[in-house]
């Protein structure tokens, strides 16, 4: 078991940026792939964003693909969401998770995928 804390969130006008971070502690960071997932009020769980194990391989949901990025630095043990041109729909409780999988296919974007959660980090963006 991975234990995940996310940082980074807040309040934050239209168009502005913010840079989440995720911070692993409890086993080896390298051994997991990383995903972020946000959740606004009333609505599931969406994916945001996945990376490797190694950092080579990125994924993105559509809607925040050109606006978000995902990275990890494994000495750091962090992943970490830049966060570009933000809009009033990104406004959510922004998770991030582990995932112990080592085969990568179209299960990485749901929840299953992944074996550990942070408790989340609130992101508001304002009109």
């Known amino acids: 078991q991975v234990q995940l804390v996310e940082s980074g969130g807040g309040l934050v006008q239209a168009g502005g940026s913010l840079r989440l971070s995720c911070a692993a502690s409890?086993?080896?960071?390298?051994?997991?792939?990383m995903g972020w997932f946000r959740q606004a009020p009333g609505k599931e769980r969406e994916f945001v964003a996945f990376?490797?194990?190694?950092?080579?391989?990125?994924n993105y949901a559509d809607s925040m693909e050109g606006r978000f990025a995902i990275s990890r630095d494994n000495a750091k043990n962090t992943a970490y969401l830049q966060m570009n041109d933000l809009k009033p729909e990104d406004t959510a409780v922004y998770y991030c998770a582990a995932g112990s999988r080592t085969t990568y296919d179209s299960t990485l974007r749901s929840p299953g995928f992944y074996d550990d959660w942070g408790q989340g980090t609130q992101v508001t963006v304002s009109s």
């Open positions: 409890g086993r080896t960071f390298s051994s997991y792939a």
């Open positions: 990376i490797s194990r190694s950092g080579g391989i990125t």
